[in-house]
């Protein structure tokens, strides 16, 4: 838990980032520290992001504060202070759990036994699929228009999440349009081959061996006119739940104001 942590702060925030190197290495003074770090193509971890970050609600995050994450730098910054030779980089692609786990590779970089426990806690992250993510995705934007205060938004993402997942078609969903796909990936390509020829020095410049595969259709987050008018729908069902908290405050200050009078005419303090 503490190095999934430690990692949160030292990668998406690069502004703080710089701080954290330096105290790991002056609290572990005189420790072997060994630091693994696990990378993703920069099309696919954008992606994800994107996922999760509309599916949860996550108000704060834009294409600015994501899309400029560079994985070099945070790495220099680890090698600075413990060495390149205890930098480990491993690609996250399906190439690399074809025959093994996530878990796995990690205890094998620190020459770990795995314990039958860690087998038995391990969780699935699963990613939100086809129309549930667009109805998501429908509320976000409408947040963004101002339509959508951020209350009913987390509401209505809430909704959504507790229905059951037969409701919505299940199917991959990209954010991205085939030309910011292109765009992340040749922009990082070169930061790609020095990575590998500094961290991975066996992987002859190579850092990621999955093929790339376009998503031609990405982008579109239409939805059929079944699940929008379902969308809808759960958009009305918050609207009338703010409509209820709203009559039970106004109800609650009439009570408040008809006990003052009562305390007035009975000479109650």
């Known amino acids: 838990m503490r190095s999934k942590r430690l990692f949160r702060i030292a990668i998406p925030i690069p502004?703080?980032?710089?701080?954290?190197?330096?105290?790991?290495?002056?609290?572990?003074?005189?420790?072997?520290v060994k630091v693994i770090c696990y990378v993703r193509r920069h099309d696919l971890w954008l992606n994800s992001a994107w996922l999760e970050a509309i599916q949860n609600a996550q108000i704060?995050?834009?294409?600015?504060?994501?899309?400029?994450?560079?994985?070099?730098?945070?790495?220099n910054r680890w090698a600075e202070c413990f060495g390149d030779e205890n930098v480990?980089?491993?690609?996250?692609?399906?190439?690399?759990?074809?025959?093994?786990?996530l878990i796995a590779t990690f205890f094998?970089?620190?020459?770990?036994?795995?314990?039958?426990?860690?087998q038995l806690n391990s969780m699935k992250n699963v990613s939100p699929r086809g129309e549930f993510f667009k109805a998501s995705f429908f509320f976000y934007q409408l947040y963004g228009a101002g339509l959508l205060e951020r209350k009913d938004l987390e509401a209505c993402c809430s909704i959504v999440r507790r229905m059951p997942k037969e409701i919505w078609p299940q199917y991959s969903v990209n954010i991205l349009t085939p030309e910011q796909q292109r765009h992340f990936i040749e922009i990082n390509q070169g930061e790609y081959e020095e990575i590998a020829n500094r961290f991975v020095p066996e992987s002859n410049?190579?850092?990621f061996h999955d093929s790339v595969v376009i998503d031609e259709k990405g982008g579109d987050m239409s939805m059929t006119s079944e699940n929008l008018f379902l969308a809808s729908f759960v958009l009305q069902k918050?609207?009338?739940?703010?409509?209820?908290?709203?009559?039970?405050?106004?109800?609650?200050?009439?009570?408040r104001r008809f006990w003052g009078k009562m305390k007035l005419r009975l000479g109650m303090k």
């Open 108 to 118: 094998n970089a620190i020459d770990e036994k795995i314990y039958p426990e860690y």
């Open 15 to 32: 502004q703080r980032s710089y701080l954290v190197q330096p105290l790991i290495k002056k609290l572990l003074k005189g420790c072997i």
């Open 205 to 207: 410049g190579v850092l």
């Open 60 to 75: 704060g995050r834009t294409w600015s504060s994501i899309e400029n994450v560079g994985y070099l730098g945070v790495l």
């Open 238 to 255: 918050t609207n009338l739940r703010k409509i209820e908290r709203l009559e039970q405050k106004m109800l609650r200050n009439q009570l």
């Open 88 to 101: 480990e980089v491993i690609p996250f692609e399906k190439a690399t759990f074809s025959s093994s786990s």
